[in-house]
Nanobody, 118 residues
Framework: EVQLVESGGGLVQPGGSLRLSCVASGFTFSSPVMSWVRQAPGKGLEWVSSINSGGDSTSDADSVKGRFTISRDNAKNTLYLQMNSLKPEDTAVYYC???????????WGQGTQVTVSS
């Protein structure tokens, strides 16, 4: 059974930082592209970042470029998202997702809430 379990969310002030983690099980974690996707209150899903299987190629949405860094540790079956210089508009539920192609994902975690507010 594929499982993706996120953690690390919380309440942070504007300009602050958080590090999200996603522990994977039930599949060969080192194989697929992995992504972070978020959903802000009352809005649709927004792709945030993706990382290739080897961890040496990443891509980011313009809205987070230069502030967020995606990484992975295949030995620990764990995906990370380091979020710096957080803004109120980053408030959302953040999901890790296993990518199958392009902007298509077949498995998701339960999500972790990130709230940026003073």
């Amino acid at each position: 059974e594929v499982q993706l379990v996120e953690s690390g969310g919380g309440l942070v002030q504007p300009g602050g930082s958080l590090r999200l983690s996603c522990v994977a099980s039930g599949f060969t974690f080192s194989s697929p592209v992995m992504s972070w996707v978020r959903q802000a209150p009352g809005k649709g899903l927004e792709w945030v970042s993706s990382i290739n299987s080897g961890g040496d190629s990443t891509s980011d949405a313009d809205s987070v470029k230069g502030r967020f860094t995606i990484s992975r540790d295949n030995a620990k079956n764990t995906l990370y998202l380091q979020m710096n210089s957080l803004k109120p508009e980053d408030t959302a539920v953040y999901y890790c997702a296993k990518q199958i192609s392009g902007s298509n994902w077949d498995y998701w975690g339960q999500g972790t809430q990130v709230t940026v507010s003073s």
